[in-house]
C-alpha cells in the first residue's frame, strides 16, 4: 500500500487553503475578505508547481491504486487549477466587500478540488465521492446571488444532477456487482468475463452522472438556465472546470476497466458527441443572450470532446487530442466569459455593439476568443480540432469528422452574430462601464489561447505519456 500524501499535493494545498479560508472567514473584517481569495490563488500556483514536478516522473497509483498520478492527471491539474486562478480573478470585482465574498472563494476552490479528484479517479468509490464534491459547491454557486434567476438556475441544475448522481451510483452498484471490484485495474480484467447485461446496464448508468458534469447529451438540460441565472464567475466555472475533470475521468473509464468488455461504448459516446455538437450548435444560432449563447456553445464544445474519448482504445493520439483540446477550451471559453465580466450591463448582443470604439482591447479579445471556440488558427483551439478529427479519422469514425467539420463551420454564424456588433461602426448605448481587472483577465487569456496554438508542438510532446494501469 502507498500511502503518500504528497502524491497529492495539488489537492491537499486546495483542500487547505479552502478549509483555511473557511475559518479565516469567520473572523476577518469585511473589507479584507479578499484575503480569501488570495490565499486561493496562492494555493493553485502552488499546485500548479507541484503538478508539473510530479508530472516529470513515471505514472504510478496512490492510496492502495484509488487515485492515478499519470499524464492525465497532471495535465487536468494544471488546466483545472489555472482555470480557478482565472475563476477567482473574475470573482473579486463583483463579490468584493460582499457579505459572503469568503464563501465564493471557497467554494470554487471546494468545486475545483472535485473536478481534480474526478480525473484522477481509478476506483469507482472516489469517483462517486469525486463527482459529489464537484457537484454540491457548484449547485450554491449557480444560486449564490439569492435573485430570482439564480434560485431557479440553482434548483434546474440541482434536479438535474440529483437525478442523473442517482443513476449514476445505481450503475456503479451495477458494475461492482458484475466485476466484484471498484478498482479499475481489477474491473478491467473481470468485466469482460461478466455477463454483458450487468455491464451494459451498469456502464449506461455511470455514463448518465459524468455526461451530466460534462454538460453533453442528454445531461445538458441543465445548462443554457444555469449558465443564464448563474453570476458570470459562476457561470464561467460551470462551463469549464467540471467539464475537464468529467472529461479526463471518462478517457480513463474508457481506456482502462471499460476497454476489454465487449460493449459497445464507443459507438455510443460517437453518437453521444454528434448529438452534442449539432444540437448546441443549433440551439446557438438564435440566441440573443451573450450567456445562452456561451451555454449552448459548451454543449456544442463537449461533442468534440467526446470525439477522442470515443476512440479512447483505436487511435494512438487519442489521449493528447483530448488534452489539448481541453487546454485550449478551458483558457479560450474562460476568456470569452471573462469579456462578460468586464460588460456587467452588456446582456444580450445588441448591448456589444459599438465595442470596438469604446474599448478596443477588449473587443479584440472578445473576437481571439470567439474565433478560437470556432476554431480559427493560430488559436488553440484550432489545433485541438485537428488532433480529434485527426483521431476520430484513425479510429474510424470518419463520418463523426466529417459531421463535426460541418458543424464546425455552421457554427461560425452564431460566433459572427455576437462579433459583427462588437466591430460595427456605429456605437450603441455603449457597453459602460468597464471591470478593468475582468477586462486585464479578458487580454491574457486571449493571449495564452494565441500563445498555446502557436507552441503546440513542444506542448503536445507533453500530452503522450502512458496511463496508470
Known sequence: MHENPLDLLPEVLLAGSAVLGLLL???LPRHRQWLVGALGLAACTAGIAAAAVAAGGGPMAAFNGAFAVDTVTSASRV????????VLLLGFAPFGGDA???????LVQLAALGALMLAGAQDLLLLAAAYLLASVPSYTLAGFRK????????????VTGALLGVVMLAGITVLYAAGRASAYPALGDALPGAPVVLVIAGTVGLLAGLLFKTGAVPGHFWVPDAVEGSSPPAAALLTTLPKVGALAALYRLAAVPLAGTGVPWDELLAVLAAASMTLGNL???FQTDVKRLLAYSTVSQVGYLLLPVAVATRADEAQRALLFYLAGYAVTNLGAFAVVCALPHARTLADYRGLLRAHPGL?????????GLLGTPPTAVFLGKLEVFTAAVDGGYLWLAVLAAVNTVASLFY???????AFAGAAGPGPQPLVRPAALTAYATAAVSVALGVAAGPVLDLLGGPLTR
Open 415 to 421: 460566433y459572427l452574430r455576437w462579433i459583427r456588433p
Open 283 to 285: 440551439a446557438a444560432f
Open 100 to 106: 459572503r465574498e469568503s464563501e465564493f472563494h471557497v
Open 363 to 371: 473587443a479584440l479579445s472578445l473576437a481571439v476568443c470567439l474565433l
Open 79 to 86: 488546466v483545472i487549477l489555472a482555470g480557478t486562478v482565472i
Open 25 to 27: 472567514g469567520a473572523w
Open 147 to 158: 435573485d430570482a434567476p439564480g434560485t431557479e438556475a440553482a434548483l434546474k441544475y440541482f
